[in-house]
Each structure stands twice: as structure tokens, then as C-alpha cells.
């Protein structure tokens, strides 16, 4: 790319005018080649699932060695149960049972709507050390009609038969308190067997809506 550059730069004036010279058919064709290139590959769609009152959602295919990351996307994910926590958990039989050893660090902030009420601070009800309990990756989501929660989970290498597999999740829901809160969660799933399906749900009732897109990174 930088003799493509180069080429272009060596046919501009002094006032910033592109010559017809570095105008012609390989140019443009390598500029454009090289914008494929960078512009494609890196996401890969693998799965897409939508809530209608359902008690999980769970992800049993497509998590193998083809990717090093997947990546879910929760999209208005809304809690039937008012206050309701959203949680995941990790499966290496294929989804039989989900219950893997999880240690993790978990911390929030807010700001509610009337601007009356702010907070960062380390959330110990949000962490696990060495538990097989659901992890939480948000608290107290509302239920109301335009109530949800929307985020990020990465999880890397899940196929790996040596190291433990690791998870970073960064969700924003409307707290039902009308605040707006900001979750983040890491830590490990502490097992060196293959993990091959993922489970979401909530701490109380079903998901009455929502999205959860998983995409596997090139």
C-alpha cells in the first residue's frame, strides 16, 4: 500500500489538486483490492437466537477450533421479572449440563435519569470464586415496556485442551429504578476441557425479548 501511496502523493500540487496522472485502471484496481482486503473476514455470523418468553437460550453448535474468539452481542435483552439479573454459563458435554467452575471479578456504574444519584464501585454479589453458579453479567434489569439491557460478551479459545478459557463482558442495562448502569465482568471458566455450548438466562423468570448474536473472529 505504501507505493500505492506514494504514487498518488507524487501527483498532488501544492494546492491539494489530484492530477489525471494518478488516475488510471491499476491504481484504482490495487486501491480497491486493497480495501477488499482489510474491509472483509474479521466477523464471521455464526448463530442467532431471539427470546419469546423463553426460561434460556442456549448455544450448542458452532463452538469448536474454527475460531481462537467467539464474541456474543445481547440485543435489548429484557427480563420478564422485574430486577432481574442476566447470566451465562458454560458447557463441555455439548449442553447436558451447565455448571463449569468459574472465578471471576465483576464491577458497575450508574447514573440515574434525574441526575440526582451516581456510583462506580466493586459489586462482591456480581463475582464468583471457584463457583459453578450462573455468572452474572448484568443486575437488576426493569421489565418495563422500554426496559432492556444490550452488550458484549468475548469469550477466547473455548476449544483449548491446555489453558483455562477466559471472558470479558461489558453490558449497559436500564435499571428499573430508571438508572442507567454499566457492567463489567472478566474472569476464567478454570477447566482445560473443550467448551462447546453456552447458556443465557435469567436470575428470576424467563426472557420475555431480545437478540443474542454469536460471531466467530478470524
Same mark, same amino acid.
Given at each position: 500500500?505504501?507505493?500505492?501511496?506514494?504514487?498518488?502523493?507524487?501527483?498532488?500540487?501544492?494546492?491539494?489538486?489530484?492530477? !489525471?496522472?494518478?488516475?488510471?485502471?491499476?491504481?484504482?484496481?490495487?486501491?480497491?483490492?486493497?480495501?477488499?482486503?482489510i474491509?472483509?473476514?474479521?466477523?464471521?455470523?455464526?448463530?442467532?437466537?431471539?427470546?419469546?418468553?423463553?426460561?434460556?437460550?442456549?448455544?450448542?453448535?458452532?463452538?469448536?477450533?474454527?475460531?481462537? &474468539?467467539?464474541?456474543?452481542?445481547?440485543?435489548?435483552?429484557? !427480563?420478564?421479572?422485574?430486577n432481574?439479573?442476566?447470566?451465562?454459563?458454560?458447557?463441555?458435554? *455439548?449442553?447436558?449440563?451447565?455448571g463449569?467452575?468459574?472465578?471471576?471479578?465483576?464491577?458497575?456504574?450508574?447514573?440515574?435519569?434525574?441526575?440526582? *444519584?451516581?456510583?462506580?464501585?466493586?459489586?462482591?454479589?456480581?463475582?464468583l470464586?471457584?463457583?459453578?453458579?450462573?455468572? &452474572?453479567?448484568?443486575?437488576?434489569?426493569?421489565?418495563?415496556?422500554? &426496559?432492556?439491557?444490550s452488550?458484549?460478551?468475548?469469550?477466547?479459545? !473455548?476449544?483449548?485442551?491446555?489453558?483455562?478459557?477466559?471472558f470479558?463482558?461489558?453490558?449497559?442495562?436500564?435499571?428499573?429504578?430508571?438508572?442507567?448502569? &454499566?457492567?463489567?465482568?472478566?474472569?476464567?471458566?478454570?477447566?482445560?476441557?473443550?467448551?462447546?455450548?453456552?447458556?443465557?438466562?435469567?436470575?428470576?423468570?424467563?426472557?420475555?425479548?431480545?437478540?443474542?448474536?454469536m460471531?466467530?473472529?478470524?
Amino acid at each position: 500500500m505504501g507505493t500505492i501511496t506514494r504514487s498518488f502523493a507524487n501527483n498532488i500540487t501544492t494546492s491539494g489538486v489530484l492530477l !489525471p496522472a494518478s488516475l488510471n485502471n491499476n491504481s484504482i484496481a490495487n486501491v480497491t483490492a486493497y480495501n477488499a482486503a482489510i474491509a472483509t473476514g474479521n466477523m464471521v455470523l455464526i448463530s442467532s437466537q431471539t427470546a419469546n418468553n423463553s426460561a434460556s437460550i442456549s448455544f450448542t453448535s458452532g463452538i469448536n477450533s474454527t475460531y481462537k &474468539e467467539y464474541q456474543f452481542y445481547f440485543i435489548n435483552i429484557r !427480563p420478564a421479572t422485574d430486577n432481574s439479573d442476566f447470566l451465562f454459563q458454560g458447557s463441555t458435554d *455439548g449442553g447436558s449440563n451447565y455448571g463449569l467452575t468459574i472465578t471471576s471479578t465483576h464491577f458497575s456504574t450508574y447514573h440515574d435519569e434525574a441526575d440526582t *444519584g451516581t456510583n462506580l464501585s466493586y459489586s462482591t454479589a456480581g463475582d464468583l470464586a471457584q463457583s459453578t453458579a450462573f455468572q &452474572e453479567l448484568s443486575q437488576d434489569t426493569g421489565n418495563g415496556s422500554d &426496559e432492556c439491557g444490550s452488550g458484549v460478551l468475548q469469550i477466547f479459545n !473455548p476449544a483449548s485442551t491446555t489453558y483455562v478459557k477466559h471472558f470479558i463482558n461489558n453490558m449497559n442495562d436500564y435499571n428499573s429504578n430508571d438508572y442507567s448502569t &454499566e457492567h463489567f465482568t472478566a474472569g476464567y471458566f478454570n477447566t482445560t476441557s473443550a467448551i462447546n455450548a453456552i447458556q443465557f438466562k435469567m436470575s428470576s423468570g424467563n426472557i420475555a425479548d431480545g437478540t443474542i448474536l454469536m460471531y466467530g473472529i478470524v
